[in-house]
């Protein structure tokens, strides 16, 4: 009786943090999160441990400069802003047609 209770704590491991404790892990306390798509939402707060949502400020540190790299302007699409240099280089104009420089080109 006693070799097989040993035998069995053997493969079960400790009642430590290492791998015997691993199998026990089945509760998850961060979800999705909706701004960032991380999973970072904790689900009993509601509150995203990466970005900060619900907040309307995005949560960023000093400390974590490497971080605030990361997530900075310019590491996504910019489906907005990578077209100002061009526009306020031509006054942001709008509605306006181009001149044809077929008929131009022809005189």
Same mark, same amino acid.
């Given at each position: 009786l006693d070799a097989k209770s040993s035998a069995q704590n053997s493969t079960m491991g400790k009642a430590g943090k290492g791998t015997g404790?691993?199998?026990?892990?089945?509760?998850?306390?961060?979800?999705?999160?909706?701004?960032c798509g991380r999973r970072s939402l904790h689900l009993q707060?509601?509150?995203?441990?990466?970005? #900060? @949502?619900? %907040?309307? =400020?995005?949560?960023?540190?000093?400390? #974590? @400069?490497? %971080?605030? =790299?990361?997530?900075?302007?310019g590491t996504g699409r910019m489906r907005y802003?990578?077209?100002?240099?061009?526009?306020?280089?031509?006054?942001f104009r709008e509605g306006t047609q181009a001149v044809s420089k077929k008929a131009s080109g022809s005189d």
């Open positions: 404790s691993f199998g026990k892990r089945r509760n998850k306390s961060h979800s999705s999160c909706p701004r707060k509601g509150v995203c441990s990466a970005c #900060g @949502y619900p %907040a309307a =400020r995005t949560r960023r540190y000093n400390w #974590g @400069y490497k %971080a605030i =790299r990361r997530k900075t302007t802003m990578r077209h100002l240099p061009r526009r306020f280089k031509n006054g």
